[in-house]
T-cell receptor, first 117, second 112 residues
């Protein structure tokens, strides 16, 4: 399977600021996703990052708050904008290669643990 | 509203026993089913996927699927302390959807 990395691994941020999280894969993948896992909770899909087009957001998540980029088949970023303490969470990217090695299976990166003060 | 339900646990089993983890889902059109293991402070790791009714075995792990009952389970044989983790059930609908709906997870503790 592919090696997935995320940067930063953790951060502590002030209210009102923004943080951009990077997700890098060591091979090309067709699908990349961003999830949030709030303390003690399960995973919630934020959006699907589409290469060459706008991200597709799930209900309750908007582009102004969580802008996403997907410039190529190995990289994506998620920005958490105008942060509040309620944004404190673990943010995870996942990948799925619908054309080959991980058809119909998603694999997760190590996550970014964000604390907003 | 698609829902995936799991007992939150904790589920405690002695070392060497069989651990049985259960999951029910609400969307009858669901096509694909996954079990992820998540150690504390780590990201989820895919351990099993199952798509057809019946059993699927991989080493000490067996996934069981019953679409008529909307039920999927994971059996861990010869449980080891290293199996202590939270196990997440994830379900994907059909019709070209890539979205996974996760349960809240069952915390498993294997007692030496």
């Amino acid at each position: 399977s592919a090696v997935i990395s995320q940067k930063p691994s953790r951060d502590i941020c002030q209210r009102g600021t923004s943080l951009t999280i990077q997700c890098q894969v060591d091979s090309q993948v067709t699908m990349m996703f961003w999830y949030r896992q709030q303390p003690g909770q399960s995973l919630t899909l934020i959006a699907t990052a589409n290469q060459g087009s706008e991200a597709t957001y799930e209900s309750g998540f908007v582009i102004d708050k969580f802008p996403i980029s997907r410039p190529n088949l190995t990289f994506s970023t998620l920005t958490v904008s105008n942060m509040s303490p309620e944004d404190s969470s673990i943010y995870l990217c996942s990948v799925e290669d619908t054309t080959g090695w991980s058809y119909n299976e998603q694999f997760f990166g190590p996550g970014t643990r964000l604390t907003v003060l | 509203q698609k829902e995936v339900e799991q007992n939150s646990g904790p589920l405690s089993v002695p070392e060497g026993a069989i651990a049985s983890l259960n999951c029910t889902y609400s969307d009858r059109g669901s096509q694909s089913f996954f079990w992820y293991r998540q150690y504390s402070g780590k990201s989820p790791e895919l351990i099993m996927s199952i798509y057809s009714n019946g059993d699927k075995e991989d080493g000490r792990f067996t996934a069981q699927l019953n679409k008529a009952s909307q039920y999927v389970s994971l059996l861990i044989r010869d449980s080891q302390p290293s199996d202590s983790a939270t196990y997440l059930c994830a379900v994907r609908s059909g019709a070209g959807s890539y979205q996974l709906t996760f349960g809240k997870g069952t915390k498993l503790s294997v007692i030496p």
